[in-house]
């Protein structure tokens, strides 16, 4: 099997101690959006995350952040987590025998997710508090015991996570004019500037992407200039009121002339149905942001029409079907006979 940390070696923290361990994670499809794409006239692709293994773009952070914990000896992982980190730790953690605690905010995350830490046999705790509480409490209990951190604080996390915008660039045979990017934590819009960044400098692309985050209505700290003490949205994986890579996140607006703007539940729901019905991808809700972004600015007039776009679905939406079965009363249920069913169907 092709291996992410292999192929891409000499753009990453491996030596020729660090472990190429696997699951199968990265070379994700990047998908045209052809009917999305015509909709708003734009060149529109989809990298898709939902394909990794544990079905979500942590687990390229993730494999390079356990190498380099297996390399430096550790015993144990810990991260708090909207659940997505969560799987990815548990599972990584499992096959290559470490022990992995996850902290989680009771109640806010996905069923989908909290089943896989589950299955992997992750330690899970869950605190009666938001994201940035769990992760507040992680950093204080990995300073002071023998644990290491795998959120994204953890430098290999992002290490790993660029290793998206080198896949783009070796499709596109360049970086897009814009790239689209949900931020909860922010810690991938960091990774991925870095990665178009060294990817430029390895003479890979010519141009730099303009870095265009989403972030949800009422979760979006960034865009309002101030931590949000209650933060609420639909999208529980961007649901992160105080980011960890704030600055970063604002450094890669800035340095790449991008833009950071938010997207109300309504807006992500309908960009997250659009994609479905549209091209046939189902992402979680706080992957479809991206999405929800390109279809604001695109009203908003900033496109003219040959610019390449690209949206990071960061997530698979079997993971978080909650909020699509609250209309599961629409399906119709008929008695067991053929004109019955005739009509139903319509034909
Ligand atoms: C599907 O799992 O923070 O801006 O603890 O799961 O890099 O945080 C997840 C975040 C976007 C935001 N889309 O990425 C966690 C967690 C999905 C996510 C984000 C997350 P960052």
Known sequence: MLKLLEKYSNLLPVTS???????????????????IGEMLGVNLYLKY??????????????????????????RSVICASTGNTSASAA??????????????????????????????????????????????????VSDDYPVVLVNSLNPNRIEGQKTASFEIVDVLGDSPDYHFLPVGNAGNITAYWLGYIQYQKEGKAKKLPKMMGFQAEGAAPIVRDHPVKHPETVATAIRIGNPASWKRAIAARDESKGFIGMVSDEEILKAQHLIALKEGIFCEPASAASVAGVIKMAKSGIFNGDETVVATLTGNGLKDPDVILREMDKISTIPNDISAFIKEVGF
Request: hydrophobic fraction near 45%; charged fraction near 20%.
């Open 49 to 74: 995350e939902g394909t990794n293994p544990t079905g979500s773009f942590k687990d390229r952070g993730m494999v390079m952040a356990i190498a380099k914990a297996i390399e430096n000896g550790a």
């Open 91 to 140: 599972a990584y953690a499992a096959a290559f025998d470490l022990r992995a605690i996850v902290v989680i905010p009771a109640g806010k995350i996905a069923m989908g997710k909290l089943a896989q830490a589950m299955i992997y046999g992750a330690k899970v705790v869950q605190i009666n508090g938001n994201f940035d509480d769990c992760l507040k409490l992680v950093k204080k």
């Open 17 to 35: 101690s660090t472990p190429l361990i696997t699951l199968g994670e990265g070379f994700t499809p990047l998908i045209q959006a052809r009917k």
